[in-house]
């Protein structure tokens, strides 16, 4: 069982930069776990913003490629989202998430098995 804690949202204005970190905590994260970040925003449905595998390959979602770049430490058990630019559109909540595989189809939700609690990304003009 993999625990994650997010850190790191806050409030920003347009164009500005945010990094969001999870730790993570538990047997076998390091070598076998599929980490991604995740966002809801209200009156939506929560949806994949990028993963990354065990071996470093990532994906991310058309509207922020360019944009945020997802990373992992292994030796320090930690993911980040280094967020650039942010629009009013990326205020959610953002989710940590790990899979034992990362899913063949991007930003399934029901391929992950442990969750964050979010942390909140605010994005005003």
């Known amino acids: 069982q993999v625990q994650l804690v997010e850190s790191g949202g806050g409030s920003v204005q347009s164009g500005g930069s945010l990094r969001l970190s999870c730790a993570a905590s538990g047997y076998g994260y390091s070598n076998y776990y599929c980490m991604g970040w995740f966002r809801q925003s209200p009156g939506k449905g929560r949806e994949g913003v990028a993963d990354v595998s065990p071996s470093g390959f990532t994906r991310y979602m058309d509207s922020v490629k360019n944009r945020f770049t997802i990373s992992r430490d292994n030796a320090k058990g930690t993911l980040y989202l280094q967020m650039n630019r942010l629009e009013p559109e990326d205020t959610a909540m953002y989710y940590c998430?790990?899979?034992?595989?990362?899913?063949?189809?991007?930003?399934?939700?029901?391929?992950?098995?442990?969750w964050g609690e979010g942390t909140q990304v605010t994005v005003s003009l």
């Open positions: 998430a790990a899979a034992r595989f990362c899913p063949v189809t991007f930003g399934m939700e029901s391929g992950y098995q442990n």
